[in-house]
């Protein structure tokens, strides 16, 4: 077997691991968001949680995700030095980073109540401010409700500052020493936490207080279950690293190594530039603060778009960053090109069905993840308009890091970057005028227009870049793929109308069997255009799929 073969079936079988990994964390994801809705609905603990974790999220995300700048830093250096080197470099890093963001815990810990005025600022309001706006009195006590609670979380969840350093950190090393299955599927520790301090809040709690108690107790459980979670997420990573020599608690203060110096020195452009997108998401949620119940919507419809697209995105970058990078000569752009045609056509073969399918059977599917307990028809009526306005953006949302992905391949982070934060701007003033026009759906709308306008503005530069593009050939498939995505999606619709016609939609069995026979048959109109297309992207997939199941049938 020749060298290229061996990268590229490790590549394959790192794709799957971290494939499959995703995927159950993502169903945890799903199933600890379910038990969140059934226990609070869109009330005040869950809305309270989402301004909360804004800023502790923000830095695990951007600190403790995979592909984040932590992660990428020790992976670059790591991967260069020898196997005895990496214990003390690790051990340095871990008490340079821990130490920092002691620091950063103690400030939000002591400025909590200002950062959260900050953060949500439509909860910061006076009584004299609330009558003189004409808000009723039930909806100023929500509010006020919601803000208290939301600064109890963010002093709970604080630590998470430390966390997310020290789990990126183990990102790093773990996948430096080839270890891919548990940081990827780590994150379900968090999920499997909440789900069990919901579950014991219930039993013990239940219905046994006031509503205003019940919401702030349970808004301390769900805060120390996330806390709880992250913790379980790095102790796991850190026994892991013990058993595999990568580094122990040891504090080392060997600042001046050069393997330190050569870490920060791609942790602190990458950290600036992965920022820039958690920024927007602080914007959307400045403007829902003055929407009573947004932010817990947004939650909602989020994670049921983020679990297929997480999925689906990983599947698709990990396999096809290594491809551009290897193409990145200029004497290789012919091929580039296809490669980027492929990934881009890839794209839209899988978000766009499945974003029409999103929009046209939106209440059907948030009844059937979220509806019971304290999820009431009316929190479904409240969160469908969102997740069909998130279904409208899938495309552009994962074809844009798509384009990102060509950039850093040809060693241009700077194009990305300058893009990134020329969409803060561009998002808040979207915001502003959409939320004016849409109400609360209009923050997603705002989101999905920026994706669009950015996912163009890197297709005109990487065209330009590559000295041309085929732009407009590739229109065409993308535009039929749409059309069949349109039919799919009425022919979803269609078949959920029928079916609700010959049996009532009462109980989760039925809602469930005729949602999942409307979602495969929208499927099966759109795989049926599609094959009719003679793409070649389509036979590519096809024939990937039944690999897959023949290896498994075997």
């Given at each position: 077997m020749s060298e290229k073969q061996k990268r590229t079936r490790s590549l394959a079988g790192i794709a799957g691991i971290?494939?499959?990994?995703?995927?159950?964390?993502?169903?945890?994801?799903?199933?600890?968001?379910?038990?969140?809705?059934a226990a609070f609905g869109v009330g005040p603990a869950f809305d309270a949680y989402n301004y909360a974790y804004v800023i502790p999220g923000f830095l695990l995300i951007l600190l403790g995700g995979i592909n984040g700048p932590f992660h990428s830093a020790i992976v670059s250096v790591l991967a260069k030095r020898k196997a005895e080197e990496a214990a003390p470099l690790v051990e340095t890093i871990t008490t340079l980073v821990g130490s920092l963001l002691l620091i950063v815990t103690v400030i939000l810990v002591i400025f909590a109540d200002p950062l959260m005025s900050v953060v949500a600022p439509g909860l910061d309001i006076s009584a004299a401010e609330a009558a003189a706006e004409g808000i009723d009195p039930e909806k100023f006590q929500t509010l006020q409700l919601t803000q208290a609670i939301a600064i109890r979380q963010f002093r709970i969840m604080a630590p998470l500052a430390v966390l997310a350093g020290l789990i990126g950190i183990g990102f790093g090393t773990l996948n430096a020493a080839d270890q891919y299955w548990l940081p990827s599927i780590s994150p379900l520790f968090s999920s499997v936490a909440v789900i069990g301090a919901l579950g014991i809040f219930v039993v013990q709690v239940g219905s046994n207080v006031s509503l205003p108690q019940y919401a702030t107790i349970g808004g301390m459980v769900l805060a120390g279950g996330t806390l709880a979670g992250a913790l379980l997420q790095w102790l796991a990573q850190v026994f892991a690293q013990w058993r595999s020599g990568l580094g122990t608690l040891r504090l080392r203060f060997e600042f001046n190594r050069p393997g330190v110096k050569d870490v920060m020195k791609v942790m602190g452009p990458a950290t600036l530039?992965?920022?820039m997108l958690q920024i927007?998401?602080?914007?959307?949620?400045?403007?829902?603060?003055y929407i009573p119940q947004a932010a817990a919507a947004l939650g909602y419809a989020g994670l049921l778009v983020q679990t297929p697209l997480g999925i689906i995105s990983n599947m698709l970058l990990v396999p096809l960053l290594p491809v551009f990078s290897r193409l990145a000569d200029p004497q290789d752009w012919p091929e580039l090109k296809q490669r980027i045609r492929q990934g881009l056509i890839l794209t839209a073969l899988t978000m766009l069905p499945l974003g029409a399918l999103m929009i046209t059977l939106a209440v059907a599917i948030v009844r059937v993840v979220y509806e019971r307990g304290a999820f009431d028809p009316a929190a479904s009526a409240f969160v469908a308009p969102m997740l069909m306005a998130y279904g409208v953006g899938m495309f552009v949302y994962l074809g844009r890091d798509v384009l990102v992905r060509v950039f850093y391949a040809l060693g241009d982070g700077e194009t990305p970057f300058r893009v990134s934060v020329v969409n803060i701007f561009l998002n808040a003033l979207l915001d502003f005028l959409l939320v004016n026009a849409f109400g609360a759906p209009g923050l997603v709308l705002a989101t999905v227009g920026v994706n669009i306008i950015s996912m163009?503005?890197?297709?005109?530069?990487?065209?330009?870049?590559?000295?041309?593009?085929?732009?407009?050939?590739?229109?065409?498939?993308?535009?039929?793929?749409?059309?069949?995505?349109?039919?799919?999606?009425?022919?979803?619709?269609?078949?959920?109308?029928?079916?609700?016609?010959?049996?009532?939609?009462?109980?989760?069995?039925?809602?469930?069997?005729?949602?999942?026979?409307?979602?495969?048959?929208?499927?099966?109109?759109?795989?049926?255009?599609?094959?009719?297309?003679?793409?070649?992207?389509?036979?590519?997939?096809?024939?990937?799929?039944?690999q897959r199941f023949s290896r498994r049938s075997g």
């Open positions: 971290v494939a499959i990994a995703t995927l159950i964390s993502k169903v945890f994801g799903l199933v600890r968001q379910q038990a969140i809705a530039s992965s920022g927007n998401v602080y914007t959307d949620l400045f403007f829902a603060s163009v503005t890197l297709l005109v530069l990487l065209h330009r870049k590559l000295h041309g593009l085929p732009l407009l050939a590739w229109s065409q498939p993308v535009a039929l793929l749409s059309g069949a995505s349109v039919l799919a999606g009425f022919a979803g619709w269609g078949i959920l109308h029928g079916c609700e016609q010959l049996i009532a939609p009462v109980g989760l069995p039925i809602q469930f069997v005729q949602l999942s026979v409307a979602g495969f048959g929208g499927l099966g109109v759109f795989a049926l255009c599609a094959t009719q297309l003679k793409l070649p992207e389509v036979d590519i997939f096809v024939e990937r799929v039944r």
